[in-house]
């Protein structure tokens, strides 16, 4: 069975600082994403990766950046954590194709 | 840019009936993937179907089948005989098979009442 794991269920940080959400796939999965949950606006891709070191922006990028210098590890990083950042974060990994997500167990991370 | 749009945030339906959730999309691609997701109050996301875009026969999986019209963009889910343990969050999702990106609509809470 693919693990997708993430290295926090739950983070709280205080404004300014600067965070690192790990994320760990154990199935040699070509892609990985980073998405956020916010009630009513489901979820937003914030950035994915199709190839080692290889990234692309999604759909809400601002305030975050990206590592994949292994093929099985994606970070996601805040730069400056703010307290709009307070969110539900979600890591998953795909194959190519029509090859579904598998998720992470997600990150509450709580930004004050 | 594609976009993934679910317009019921919310719907409830009676055990044992059947209920349709619903989803458009937009985009100029030709060749991409769909999918109906599910998150129960557990919240670990949970795939419930997939269509691929070339197949004209719509998914199926045993209670769930999905009735995808291509040309107007839309792909909604059918659940049938209806389960306490359908209760979740249902997600549509939809798949370049160009760039692999993977976006969500915003999702519609369904309640299965007893």
């Known amino acids: 069975d693919v693990k997708v794991t993430q290295s926090s269920r739950y983070l709280v940080k205080r404004t300014g600082e600067k965070v690192f959400l790990e994320c760990v796939q154990d199935?040699?999965?070509?892609?990985m994403f980073w998405y956020r949950q916010d009630p009513g606006l489901g979820l937003r891709l914030i950035y994915f990766?199709?190839?080692?070191?290889?990234?692309e922006k999604g759909d809400i990028p601002e305030g975050y950046s990206v590592s994949r210098e292994k093929k099985e590890r994606f970070s996601l990083i805040l730069e400056s954590a703010s307290t709009n950042q307070t969110s539900m974060y979600l890591c998953?990994?795909?194959?190519?194709?029509?090859?579904?997500?598998?998720f992470g167990n997600g990150t509450r991370l709580t930004v004050t | 840019a594609q976009t993934v749009t679910q317009s019921q945030p919310e719907m409830s339906v009676q055990e044992a009936e059947t209920v349709t959730l619903s989803c458009t999309y937009d985009t100029s691609e030709n060749n991409y993937y769909l999918f109906w997701y599910k998150q129960p109050p557990s919240r670990q996301m949970i795939l419930v179907i997939r269509q691929e875009a070339y197949k004209q026969q719509n998914a199926t999986e045993n209670r769930f089948s999905v009735n995808f019209q291509k040309a107007a963009k839309s792909f909604s889910l059918k659940i049938s005989d209806s389960q306490l343990g359908d209760t979740a969050m249902y997600f549509c999702?939809?798949?370049?098979?160009?760039?692999?990106?993977?976006?969500f609509g915003q999702g519609t809470t369904l309640q299965v009442k007893p």
């Open positions: 990766s199709y190839d080692v070191k290889m990234k």
């Open positions: 199935m040699d999965h070509e892609n």
């Open positions: 998953a990994s795909s194959r190519q194709g029509a090859s579904p997500l598998h």
């Open positions: 999702a939809f798949k370049s098979g160009n760039t692999g990106k993977l976006i």
